[in-house]
């Protein structure tokens, strides 16, 4: 397992409290948690607490593929801080801080790669999640 983490990060024109919703309510992370558009969130659930267990279903919209991204909470500090454990073998850790800025919310993602992918094609695929979570955040 690579030591090296990988930060993706964006800035978001939205409140706080808007750009929270939208990261954690599972009607807006239905509309965002994927990489390309070929590809969709047709469910998710969050229990958003330290503890707490979250599901997004994640598929290619040709049905060929698919996957249930899941883990556990850590940290929750609202409008500022959200850690998890992904589940599986290595239970990769990833953290998301939001900071307001004069030019909206900063927010950054710092997680631990997995081994099967380069790590330039993980830093794309999560920098294009976030990219969406952008644009979605940012529309009504």
Known sequence: MSNESITVETTIHAPIEKVWECLNKPEHITKWAFASD?????????D????????????A?????????TGTYT???????????MDGEDKRHVKTTLTE??????VTQT???????????????????LDNFKKHAESD
């Open 111 to 129: 997680f631990d790669p997995e081994n099967e992918n380069p790590l330039e094609m993980q830093r794309e695929g999560w920098q294009a999640i």
């Open 75 to 85: 940290a929750v500090k609202e409008h500022e801080l959200i850690e998890y454990d």
């Open 101 to 106: 800025t004069p030019d909206g919310v900063h």
């Open 38 to 46: 070929d590809w969709e969130a047709p469910a998710a659930e969050n």
């Open 61 to 69: 919209k040709d049905g060929s593929d698919g996957f249930d991204f």
């Open 48 to 59: 958003l607490r330290v503890g707490g267990r979250f599901k997004t279903v994640m598929a």
